[in-house]
């Protein structure tokens, strides 16, 4: 198992990030928030875990070490793989989410692509018990946007998380209309994930 990598950043995509280490460098598959947060050339360390599968070794890649175990564990559930529970945590943090599972939220799980009220249902009933204790994190702040050149971007990151276009479009139309003003790709993206959470 790979638990963590730290290395240079030499390519940044929506939902990936190649982290060049010991001269080679790792595909990351990490949150849209996430990659946002990485800079080309600079260093990063990631919290990471490997799904290996007959056809594949894929790496996910994480901002804290609770973003991960979290990760692993939703996966426990019956129906949910690696590109719903990372959908979890683009939609979510950990303590909204741990919040919402202990709580017995449906409404909040179905919001993430790929997850309907069974499914919903389904990690409520088996994770309730596991995931711990919640703690309420503070307000990360108000909504904001990006300029019109980042929003296919963003667009393009929602549809490759599980909505459709026409939903990622209006997302970001309706984030940009309420603060047209905002030019960072990963506040845009954040205002768009919040957006489609109503």
């Known amino acids: 198992m790979i638990a963590g990598l730290t290395g240079t950043v030499a390519a940044v ?3 990936h990030v190649v982290v060049e280490v010991g001269g080679v460098g790792l595909l990351v598959h990490v949150t849209p928030g996430t990659a946002a947060a990485q800079r080309s050339g600079q260093a990063a360390s990631l919290a990471t875990t490997l799904i290996v599968r007959e056809d594949a070794l894929t790496l996910y890649g994480f901002g804290t070490p609770d973003e991960r175990d979290l990760f692993e564990l939703v996966q426990t559930v ?3 793989g690696p590109r719903i529970a990372l959908a979890m945590l683009a939609v979510g943090t950990p303590d909204q989410l741990r919040g919402a ?29 596991k995931v711990g204790p919640v703690v309420p994190s503070p307000s990360t702040g108000s909504a904001a946007t990006a300029v019109a050149g980042h ?15 026409k939903q990622a ?15 960072d790709v990963s ?5 768009a994930l919040r957006e489609l959470g109503r």
Do not use: F, N, Y
């Open 101 to 129: 599972i202990a709580g017995g939220d449906i409404a909040a799980l179905v919001k993430t692509p790929g997850i309907g009220k069974k499914g919903a249902e389904r990690i409520v009933l088996e994770l309730k018990d």
């Open 151 to 165: 929003h296919t971007q963003v667009s393009e990151a929602l549809v490759g998380l599980g909505w459709s276009v």
């Open 169 to 183: 479009d209006d997302a970001v139309a309706a984030v940009v209309e309420a603060q047209p003003e905002v030019s």
């Open 13 to 15: 995509g929506l939902d």
């Open 78 to 80: 019956s129906g949910v």
């Open 187 to 191: 506040i845009l993206l954040r205002a």
